[in-house]
């Protein structure tokens, strides 16, 4: 199994960034898919979750109604839209399928 995330950089407060989770070594489309992040000196925390079919999408409380979770099963990829970027998201994302991560994209919000 290998997750690789991507779409990191460094935003001002307001700015928008899309991060891209590309995985191999395993029939994708048939699982659910999570994003997380993980601030300085923080736990990890889970940021969104989308079903095998895209048609179910869970969010965490502090990112609903600015991020958005999808996913394209052709091309194994798993999408974290974000906009209304805010400091406080300043983490390192990672995507995850309940037992795998990948090694995560710098977020950095900052005026």
């Known amino acids: 199994v290998q997750l690789v995330e991507s779409g990191g950089g460094l935003v001002k407060p307001g700015g928008s960034l899309r991060l891209s989770c590309a995985a191999s070594?395993?029939?994708?489309?048939?699982?659910?898919m999570r994003w997380y992040r993980q601030a300085p000196g923080k736990e990890r925390e889970f940021i969104a979750g989308?079903?095998?079919?895209?048609?179910?999408?869970k969010y965490a409380d502090s990112v609903r109604g600015r991020f958005t979770i999808s996913r394209d099963n052709a091309k194994n990829t798993v999408y974290l839209q974000m906009d209304s970027l805010k400091p406080e998201d300043t983490a390192v994302y990672s995507c995850n399928t309940a037992t795998d991560w990948g090694q995560g994209t710098q977020v950095t919000v900052s005026s």
């Open positions: 989308i079903s095998s079919s895209g048609l179910t999408r």
């Open positions: 070594g395993f029939t994708f489309s048939t699982y659910y």
